[in-house]
Structure formats: C-alpha cells, structure tokens
C-alpha cells in the first residue's frame, strides 16, 4: 500500500489579511488509495481507505461523501451523497502512530447505465488542546479520495467533436460518448504538426476528468490556426 504525503496549501486568506506564514510543516497524516474504483454492487462495492497518523497527538477525523459534476469547462460542483454510501467509521480519533481502517461501501443506484463519480473526504475535526493559547491558529489537513462507481465492461470513448479559432486561440471541444469516465490529462495532441507539449495540455484542461455523456472545451494558445488535428486518449484504467 502506498501512501501520499501532502504539505498544506497557504490559503488565500492568509495574503489578505496580511499575515506572514513560517515554512509550512508536512501534513501529520496521509490517506491511501486516494483513487479507485468500485462496482454498483455485490462484493467489489465496497473498499478499504487506510489513514496514517504520522503526529505526535491524536488525530480526530470525520468522513463526508459528495459527487462529482463538471461544466464544459472543467469547473467542478459538489453535491452532498452520504446516502449513497456507507462509511465506517464516519468519525474517528487515531492515536500517533496508528493506522485507522474505514470501510467505504457504495449503496446507491445498482443498475447504473454509466460510471458515477465521487469524492470521499477525510477531513482533520480541530481539537482544542489544553495546553493551546487561545488565540492560536491551528491547522488542518483534508484529503479528497475519489471513488468511481464503474459498470461492469463500461469504457470511455473521447473524440474531437468540433474545432474553432477564437483570436490567438484554437479551440477543441471534446465530447466523452462512452460509458465510463476518461482521464484526458494524458492524451497526445498535435495541431498542424505541431505538438502540444504535456504541460500546455494539462494546463488547458482545468481538469483531467471527462465524465460519461460530459463535453470539454479546451483553449490552446497560440497553436498553428490551420491544419490538421490529432488526438489520442491515451492509456486509460482497466
């Protein structure tokens, strides 16, 4: 099993409010897998999320689920989904050193006709410690898992479905006519011969995920205006 070691994002309050922040610490904890996938039902429905405390003081937890939508854009909006699933334990206090195991079991919709996806959040409950100043600032760490609930022989079929120039920019419209979702971060695009290097692409894409039946506009600056286009999805999650 392998784990993910996170360090905290500096939160934009903080610039606001004028704040000077010391060299942030590495997070006192980690999550594993933070993604998988599960079946609409029987055994596979459900999995094991494994949260490590790495502190020298007891870590309180709680676990919430949302699904996932996407705009055109990429822009993502959550809505809650605890009814979709059952989480075991939903709170917890892991001693420093500890493993906590949490069993996240998918209880929803059996018979789903494309893969759903969601977010299981392993949020940090501050405590206040009896030897805390008052005005003290603690921080705290969440860790999103994304949990797929994937169809049996469902797959994801991504193509070009238009191409515009908008000044500088070439714009592509992806459109995912599958039944599972894609992860289009790692896709091979080229534009009049000319390669659209990893990093403009993932930069474009605001996110990798192309849900089932979803489109994606994609900008990319300054790209031959003419010429032909290729895209391949590349290598996807069996």
């Given at each position: 099993?392998?784990?993910?070691?996170?360090?905290?994002?500096?939160?934009?309050?903080?610039?606001?409010?004028?704040?000077?922040?010391?060299?942030?610490?590495?997070?006192?904890?980690?999550?594993?897998?933070?993604?998988?996938?599960?079946?609409?039902?029987?055994?596979?429905?459900?999995?094991?999320?494994?949260?490590?405390?790495?502190?020298?003081?007891?870590?309180?937890?709680?676990?919430?689920?949302?699904?996932r939508?996407?705009?055109?854009?990429?822009?993502?909006?959550?809505?809650?989904?605890?009814d979709?699933?059952?989480?075991?334990?939903?709170?917890?206090?892991?001693?420093?050193?500890?493993?906590q195991?949490?069993?996240?079991?998918?209880?929803?919709?059996?018979?789903?006709?494309?893969?759903?996806?969601?977010?299981?959040?392993?949020?940090?409950?501050?405590?206040?410690?009896?030897?805390?100043?008052?005005?003290?600032?603690?921080?705290?760490?969440?860790?999103?898992?994304?949990?797929?609930?994937?169809?049996?022989?469902?797959?994801?079929?991504?193509?070009?479905?238009?191409?515009?120039?908008?000044?500088?920019?070439?714009?592509?419209?992806?459109?995912?006519?599958?039944n599972?979702?894609?992860?289009?971060?790692?896709?091979?695009?080229?534009?009049?011969?000319?390669?659209?290097?990893?990093?403009?692409?993932?930069?474009?894409?605001?996110?990798?995920?192309?849900?089932?039946?979803?489109?994606?506009?994609?900008?990319?600056?300054?790209?031959?205006?003419?010429?032909d286009?290729?895209?391949?999805?590349?290598?996807?999650?069996?």
């Amino acid at each position: 099993m392998k784990f993910r070691r996170f360090r905290p994002i500096v939160l934009a309050c903080a610039a606001v409010l004028g704040l000077v922040l010391p060299q942030a610490p590495a997070a006192a904890y980690q999550v594993a897998p933070m993604i998988y996938d599960l079946k609409p039902s029987g055994s596979g429905a459900a999995t094991i999320i494994r949260v490590r405390n790495d502190g020298d003081k007891p870590l309180t937890i709680e676990l919430e689920a949302e699904k996932r939508a996407f705009d055109e854009n990429g822009a993502e909006t959550r809505t809650p989904a605890d009814d979709d699933f059952v989480l075991f334990p939903v709170q917890a206090v892991v001693q420093p050193g500890k493993t906590q195991a949490v069993r996240v079991q998918y209880v929803g919709k059996p018979d789903l006709a494309q893969s759903e996806t969601y977010l299981v959040t392993v949020r940090q409950v501050p405590v206040a410690l009896p030897d805390q100043k008052q005005s003290g600032v603690q921080m705290v760490f969440n860790f999103s898992t994304m949990a797929t609930i994937v169809p049996e022989g469902a797959k994801p079929a991504v193509t070009v479905v238009s191409t515009t120039r908008e000044g500088a920019d070439t714009v592509l419209r992806l459109r995912n006519d599958g039944n599972r979702y894609a992860n289009i971060g790692s896709a091979k695009v080229s534009i009049g011969g000319q390669t659209v290097s990893d990093e403009e692409w993932r930069k474009a894409l605001r996110s990798v995920w192309l849900l089932p039946g979803n489109d994606r506009v994609v900008r990319i600056p300054g790209a031959p205006a003419t010429g032909d286009i290729t895209f391949e999805l590349g290598e996807q999650a069996s």
